[in-house]
């Protein structure tokens, strides 16, 4: 018998810890912190990754006693995590430290070459270019924390409506509507940078 | 702007939120969490919502008999009923009983 039969399932860790051992919520943060830090990091800033991830975690545990055992443990984590980066930026726009980066010609220009381009493979690349992310971080930058949330669930991570609205707790009418309005917001963004 | 370019610059802003993810995170962190965690202390289980219903209802419910008889008797006196049956003739025929209230029917 190899040791993997006495591994305990995340249920049977969670009572451990409603038992009152502390202790043993550190190997759920072992078994979920890549999921955690996947979400945090495509949410948040570099800088404020790790901060949200404790926060993150703190919250998971202080979410505990509500866990049903019921459904996926994965999921459950990965809803408060989305959670805490929307409260990440809710806060940050109420104290107004959202880092407002500005464009350049040069990002003009470099849309447009987007734009012009015709290869399928030289977008991908494109992506992964400073300019997609200072454009990606400046139009991001310029709609409210619930628009920028669920444009980053919705457009960019390609969730449904119904996956977007049970990570948030919204309704699936109120993620529909957002959605719509924060996609008009943005395209309404980059035709501005675009010359015709 | 055209739908192929929308397209395209999506593809392209997709990209670049998904290669976020790439970047790297010390393990620090962990240590600050763990440490955050034991300062809390054990968890105390939350009541569910059916305990927590359990417990109020039967201590709400004279409550509630005594509010009902209360409501009962205000809405008597105030001759509820006829009000609403009033409303119900204005917007059956508004104009009949615009004439009544003038006096002129």
Known sequence: ?196 | MKKEDHFKIRRVLAAAYREKENAVVGELWQNRVMSHIRSLGPLSPAASYLEFFERFLWRLAPIAGALILILAAIFMQINFISEYEMARILFDDPVDFSLFQQGNF
């Open chain 1, 1 to 196: 018998m190899g040791k993997e039969s006495f591994k305990p399932t995340d249920a049977e860790i969670v009572s451990q810890v409603l038992d009152g051992s502390v202790n043993a919520f550190e190997s759920l943060i072992i078994r979920h912190k890549d999921l955690v830090l996947k979400i945090i990091k495509k949410h948040v800033p570099y800088d404020d990754v790790e901060e949200t991830t404790q926060d993150a975690f703190v919250r998971i545990y202080q979410s505990l006693p509500t866990y049903k055992g019921k459904g996926d443990f994965k999921q459950w984590v990965s809803s408060i995590t989305v959670r805490t980066c929307y409260d990440y930026w809710r806060k940050a726009y109420r104290s107004r430290e959202v880092p407002m980066s500005s464009l350049t010609q040069e990002h003009q220009r470099w849309l447009e070459e987007v734009i012009s381009d015709e290869s399928e493979h030289s977008l991908e690349e494109k992506g992964s270019q400073k300019e997609a992310r200072e454009l990606l971080d400046w139009a991001l930058g310029k709609l409210s924390a619930e628009d920028r949330t669920v444009l980053e669930l919705v457009y960019l991570e390609g969730l449904s409506g119904k996956e977007a609205a049970d990570a948030l707790g919204w309704s699936v009418a109120n993620v529909k509507v957002r959605s719509f309005r924060s996609r008009r917001k943005l395209k309404k963004l980059l035709a501005g940078l675009i010359r015709e």
